[in-house]
């Protein structure tokens, strides 16, 4: 393998790792603050929808998003009333919300548009397109760093780098921040926090919701820029993978962006069947590759590397004492 | 809180979210400007009124009766299988190689082969998250999703690089042989003068009956069910009586994925008599909110596995003759899984105040 086919891998690795990072910061959010999510595939196949659509009528990706964003956040407000309100059980609220975004997807997609459950094709300014990064040209002829700059750092969607900095921001306010204590408290132990007079229930709706914003992203990213336009089941599992890279992650925000990137780079190397035989000598079935990621996670899961202790009070939902 | 009535705490609490449910559904249909009544009408035509429509929906019932099992017996081990799905696949694995290089003289000994190798490529499949479980504490309702994923890539693999007969383009073992063709509903006589015309239901419908009574009998009436359901209901109270945890995780996980798995004899040798790629198609997944809709009673099961059935069969109906498309399904599966398993407090509560409203009523009279 030459340095041009690592660079092309590693430039699909940070395409692919971004949906699943968004995905699993937003899962962070929720499970920290104890909402257990698996319904983050649904909140993304329903953002990817809402923003494919809108974007499609109204020419403008931005809006597209923000569209996006709201489509996913009706998905986790049922959420939260389900399972905070009404204390039902979080792991079952989450499966029938991913039914539910399955299948309403396609039916809402099927009728605005009649294209078998798709959205029409984007394209310019309904798109977020790649962008440059300052000097990415200029460099390009230094020897090794000068296209690793050029082909893998610049030239990707806006929303990609916002991904990035996301991480940043949410380890700032998780471990910098009043609410980040507080919302790592409440994932912990709720009587605490309810104790020293802060609202539980406050507390995990507000995450419940970021994790509705970040999904809304995700699902964005996938309809608007990594691919152009919504498909019938176009998130195709990737918020179990980013739970799994959650998971993997411990819960914590810049390891979560490490493992979304392995898992990405997983994706990427499903991709070029071609490059990892010719580095292994022997031919990798496609299927190993594509279920990497989940026998990583079971690894993980059994405790073989490093053990994996979820928020205390997670799952529970919260009755106060009266 | 005030405590429902028993028969409203089986019946009413059921119906009620179901109707939740259905009048959603037909806000759903409302909103896609199709008509709800017309919907109703073309799938209660297409599944239920004439003898073939029945052949389907019976056929689907029965895969749906072997999943709501499965997750019903994980649940009163108080474990949430949702790996139905990959443990279906393995089964029908099980059945294609049980089936595929032995010549067996007759379907039933060819029957009893699969139903065997089903279930123990399932069970075995359900046996790595539940020794996790048991023994490393890892979460099996995040191992069972793993498990799912992990098992579509093995079958793609299996049935492409391995099981394909050479020459052959699409992703699908062999045809099985003959002799192991399991009788349909119209060619069973008595059945067949019902069920004139070919149907994929098959005698597999009565095992699944039959596998509804051994769970009830093993869940009711023996000891283990009697460990499993206590283990469910209160971990530390059953490991102070001398239950001990792994027995009791490891044998509700090998029997749930064993169920699971021997819903491949229904679809994999039943009707499709090959296999095909992702041959479970949602089965496994569907298994939840039967047993959520069951309230986890083989009888309600049953009941809640033939709606289901019809629901499918309906289902494919609207896809066919209405502008409705076939994922409507998904959508009340969704909103049933919902209601009934995840918003159950809120309809008790509802119902509750309701209750309490009449009884002082009452009271006020007298």
Redesign the interface.
């Known amino acids: 393998m030459d340095y041009s086919t690592l660079l092309q891998i590693l430039d699909s690795t940070l395409r692919l790792a971004t949906p699943l990072l968004l995905a699993c910061l937003a899962g962070l959010y929720s499970e920290r603050a104890g909402v257990f999510d698996?319904g983050l595939e649904g909140k993304m196949l329903t953002a990817a929808m809402c923003a494919g659509a809108v974007a499609f009528y109204t020419g403008n990706a931005w809006i597209g998003a923000l569209a996006g964003i709201a489509g996913s956040m009706i998905f986790a407000l049922?959420h939260g009333v389900?399972?905070i309100t009404?204390?039902?059980?979080?792991?079952?609220?989450g499966?029938?919300?991913?039914?539910?975004?399955?299948?309403?997807t396609?039916?809402?997609a099927?009728?605005l548009f009649g294209q078998g459950?798709r959205t029409p094709p984007l394209e310019g300014g309904a798109r977020f397109n790649p962008i440059d990064l300052p000097i990415a040209d200029a460099l390009k002829d230094v020897p090794v760093l000068g296209p690793f700059y050029h082909e893998v750092i610049s030239g990707h969607s806006i929303l990609v780098y916002a991904a990035f900095a996301i991480v940043a921001l949410t380890w700032w306010v998780l471990y910098r921040t009043r609410y980040g204590l507080r919302l790592r408290a409440v994932g912990e132990n709720p009587a605490a926090v309810d104790t020293a007079g802060v609202s539980v229930k406050g507390l995990r709706f507000s995450a419940v919701m970021v994790t509705g914003v970040l999904c809304g992203l995700a699902g964005a990213y996938m309809a608007t820029a990594l691919q152009a336009g919504f498909g019938k089941e176009m998130t195709a599992?990737r918020g179990?993978i980013a739970?799994?890279a959650l998971?993997f992650a411990k819960w914590r925000p810049v390891q979560a962006m490490y493992a979304c990137l392995l898992f990405g780079f997983f994706q990427a190397l499903a991709l070029r069947p071609d490059v990892v035989e010719s580095v292994v000598q022997f031919k990798v079935?496609v299927?190993?590759l594509?279920?990497l990621p989940?026998?990583l996670?079971?690894i993980v899961?059994?405790?073989f590397i490093g053990k994996a202790i979820?928020p205390r009070a997670g799952g529970e939902p919260y009755v106060k004492e009266r | 809180m005030d405590r429902l009535p028993r028969w409203a705490d089986v019946a009413l609490v059921p119906l009620v979210s179901l109707t939740l449910a259905a009048i959603i559904s037909a806000l759903v249909i409302i909103a896609i400007g199709q008509d709800p009544w017309e919907a109703i009408t073309v799938m209660v035509q297409g599944s239920v009124m004439n003898a073939y429509g029945w052949g389907y929906t019976l056929y689907y019932a029965t895969s749906f009766i072997f999943t709501g099992l499965a997750v019903t017996v994980a649940f009163h081990a108080g474990l949430f299988n949702i790996g139905g799905e990959g443990q279906a696949q393995l089964g029908g694995l099980g059945v294609a190689l049980a089936v595929l290089f032995i010549p067996w003289p007759h379907w039933t000994i060819a029957l009893l082969a699969a139903a065997c190798g089903a279930a123990l490529f399932g069970a075995a499949w359900a046996a790595i998250p539940a020794y996790l479980q048991a023994k490393r504490g890892s979460h099996i309702v995040i191992t069972t999703i793993m498990f799912n994923y992990i098992a579509a890539s093995l079958m793609i693999f299996m049935l492409v690089d391995v099981l394909r007969p050479p020459g052959k383009m699409d992703p699908a073992t062999d045809n099985f042989p003959p002799t192991a063709h399991l009788p349909s509903f119209n060619e069973i006589p008595g059945l067949n003068l019902i069920f004139t015309s070919g149907v994929p239901a098959n005698v597999t419908f009565f095992i699944a009956l039959a596998m509804a009574v051994v769970v009830w009998l093993l869940l009711w009436r023996t000891r283990l069910g009697y460990q499993i359901r206590a283990f469910g209901k209160s971990e530390p109270a059953a490991r102070y009586a001398g239950i001990n945890p792994t027995r009791i995780i490891m044998i509700a996980m090998l029997i749930s994925g064993g169920l699971a798995g021997l819903m491949a004899i229904n679809n994999v040798m039943g009707e499709a008599e090959r296999l095909l790629g992702n041959s479970a198609s949602g089965a496994g997944f569907i298994g939840i909110a039967v047993a959520l809709m069951g309230r986890n009673h083989p009888v309600g099961v049953v009941l809640a596995a033939l709606l289901f059935g019809f629901l499918f069969q309906g289902g494919a109906e609207l896809g066919l003759w209405t502008k409705i498309p076939i994922e409507l399904r998904t959508v009340v599966q969704g909103l049933v899984i919902l209601f009934t398993g995840a918003l159950d407090m809120m309809v008790r509560m509802l119902l509750t105040r309701i209750f309490a409203l009449f009884r002082t009523s009452k009271l006020e009279a007298a």
């Open positions: 698996i049922i389900t399972s009404f204390r039902g059980n979080q792991l079952i609220a499966v029938a919300l991913n039914f539910l975004a399955s299948g309403m396609v039916l809402v099927q009728s459950g599992g179990y739970l799994a998971i079935p299927p190993f594509d279920a989940y026998i996670t079971v899961l059994a405790g979820p």
